[in-house]
């Protein structure tokens, strides 16, 4: 074994930034905010994630996509945490990642409007605009879609169906 | 027997029983296995849904009732501290080992079935999470926080199906009162105080049943109300025994499909 120095938490990010998500392949897991940390540790590294909804397939695949990034740079020793506090949100998200969502025809996510806790039956969630025209005139048809992190709207200017990244 | 309101006493002169060994796990446990019952319950719907939509809806909120079951059963297992994993649990006990409440196991019904049993699930899950989250269980406490955020959409989409349903069309509204009937006996035991809770709730889970139990009703009585639906007026004795492992005939069917593949192959990866 080739004796190298511990590759730095900022190195390793950058590392990790190439890993995809694989059901929206235009933002990576840094950008989704579902790498927590990132460090060398004894003979290896350890990186933490946090689960985006607790029923997503994808998380397993992130976990083999995260060794297989980082094996490129003959990092075996892989020791994936998970932890669930702070609970993953959308806010999360930067303003450049919401550019690439929007780009691939995904409405990013409104700003999560409430505290946390217990929300009224009866409210609302903002108006969502079309990806595509940037209506504001679209209709919600159903908050589960293609996958667990979005919902299906259609917009009532340009006719066209899309999924919003609903905000969590 | 007992009074058909939720939150009385499920079983006031029932048998006295002495809280185990381990009384977190088997909390954890009650949680982790209403969600994974109800969660394999409503991935029944997949591909066959009335609507495309529907079928999507369905399906997302089964795996999210599955994904919230493996992380409490993964903190069901650290808890006990028998080298059990998430895995073992949900496929490698019998029935009589699982202590998912009644309401959860029940056959799927019609669309409405389903619905009002996922809106009666939603409320109660959506308002002891809030609790729990606020309690001083660090690591349940987190789980709570996240689950309570998926949940306010579960319970948001159940909730407007039930108004749908009931200030629908003649059949709608009469398959959504026949299954609100025939559920409301079931709802008593989500709402039931045992040694167990006591023992949580020492453990830092103190969940005050008798609230949870009004705060449900109200959203509940709301919800029906709007849905020009009504509670039963004389819904008959509450139904439990699930939290002590005594199940309908309907859990053993439930399991032997989701485990046999785990039991046949134990230990296969693919």
Known sequence: MVNTPPLSRETLFTILDAVKDPEVPVISIVELGIVRDARATDGGVTITITPTYSGCPAMHTIAQDIRAALAVYGVDEVRIETVHAPAWTTDWIGPEAREKLRAFGIAPPGPVDHEGGLVALTRRRQAVSCPYCGSPRTELKSEFGSTACKAIHVCLACRQPFDEFKPL | ?270
């Open chain 2, 1 to 270: 027997m007992s009074p058909s309101t939720p939150g009385a006493p499920a079983s006031p002169a029932g048998p006295r029983t002495s809280p185990p060994a381990n009384a977190l796990f088997e909390y954890v446990l009650r949680l982790g296995d209403d969600r994974l019952v109800l969660g394999h319950r409503m991935a029944e719907w997949c591909g066959h849904g009335p609507i495309l939509e529907e079928d999507i809806a369905l399906s997302n909120i089964a795996l999210d009732l599955t994904g919230q079951a493996a992380a409490l059963l993964a903190l069901a297992g650290e808890i006990e501290g028998a080298g059990r994993s998430e895995d073992a649990l949900a496929y490698f006990r019998d029935e009589t080992a699982f202590r998912n409440a009644l309401i959860t196991e029940l056959p799927t019904g019609d669309f409405g079935f389903t619905i009002v049993r996922q809106f009666f699930f939603d409320a109660y899950s959506l308002l002891l999470w809030d609790v729990i989250a606020k309690g001083g269980h660090a690591k349940l406490a987190a789980l709570a926080a996240k689950s309570l955020k998926e949940d306010t959409y579960h319970l948001r989409h159940s909730s407007e199906w039930v108004r749908k349903l009931g200030d629908g069309t003649p059949e709608s509204h009469a398959r959504a009162q026949a299954a609100v009937d025939a559920l409301w006996r079931f709802t008593g035991e989500l709402f039931e105080r045992d040694a167990i809770d006591d023992a949580a709730a020492a453990a830092g889970v103190a969940v005050d049943h008798a609230a949870l139990a009004a705060q449900w009703r109200e959203l509940v009585e709301g919800v029906l109300r709007e849905a020009t639906l009504v509670v039963p007026a004389a819904p008959g004795a509450m139904v439990t025994g699930g939290r002590r492992g005594r199940h309908t005939e309907h859990l053993g069917h439930l399991l032997a499909e989701m485990q046999i593949v785990a039991r046949s192959h134990p230990g296969a990866s693919w």
